[in-house]
């Protein structure tokens, strides 16, 4: 694995965020991850303005993992990583966008549900892939079962995702880390609410905790 999967791995939980307001949001949003101990963000290009909260994010919290999410086109990538971004997530499987992207070096997790995704995921020498969307795919069943003809993936589930099965998830050695939104909802962040999105990161990062101590 590669520094930026180690990273992952060890915080074991990536928040999956929106933000609308990026300017207004994405530094007491960053504060608020980094204390409740869950250093990291996949800020997706589903909303404008992703690579600012990226920049602003990384600024504010130097040593934060920050990575782009949703990313669909070429430019996205170069404008993700023009404002700091770690890691590419992609909601399904481009070739194009995965040779692009170890073409700039940068790690990159497609998005990956079915033998024929993972299968072309190994003729690009992938470690670790994205699960998406997790639960309405199969969920851990399906991941445990296409971890026996292909064990040399780790897998980051997300969709779904919430404290109830977190730990499951995490169970499961096939998995290196989750991505989840439900400690930053629409609600939670259009509110400002970083107290209580703080606390959901010192759930998550006591389960993660509790799990690895197994």
């Known amino acids: 694995m590669n520094a930026v999967d180690k990273k992952i791995e060890k915080i074991g939980v990536i928040p ?8 207004q ?20 290009f589903r909303a404008a303005g992703a690579e600012t909260a990226i920049r602003l ?5 130097p040593d934060m ?14 404008s993700a990583l023009k404002a700091g971004a770690e890691f590419i997530v992609t909601p399904g499987f481009d070739p194009e966008l995965v040779a692009y992207c170890q073409e ?15 299968h072309a995921a190994l003729k690009f020498g992938l470690e ?12 851990l069943g399906k991941i445990k079962a296409m971890s026996a003809p292909f064990p040399m993936f780790r897998i980051m589930p997300t969709g779904g ?18 991505g989840g939104s439900y400690m930053v909802s629409e609600k939670l962040l259009e509110a400002g609410n970083w107290e209580e999105i ?12 509790k799990v690895r101590e197994r």
């Open 16 to 23: 999956v965020i929106k933000l609308n307001r990026p300017e």
């Open 25 to 44: 949001d994405a530094v007491p949003l960053a504060k608020a991850l980094c204390q409740g101990g869950i250093p990291a963000a996949e800020v997706t």
């Open 57 to 61: 994010m990384k600024e504010a919290c």
């Open 65 to 78: 993992l920050v990575g782009a999410g949703t990313v669909l086109y070429k430019e996205q990538v170069d």
């Open 104 to 118: 700039k070096k940068v790690p990159i997790y497609p998005g990956c549900t079915t033998p024929t995704d993972y």
């Open 128 to 139: 670790v892939l994205k699960f998406f969307p997790a639960e309405q795919s199969g969920g």
């Open 161 to 178: 995702i919430s404290l109830d099965n977190l730990a499951t998830y995490l169970s499961c050695p096939a998995v290196i880390a989750c």
């Open 198 to 209: 703080t606390e959901l990161c010192k759930r998550s990062a006591e389960i993660v905790r």
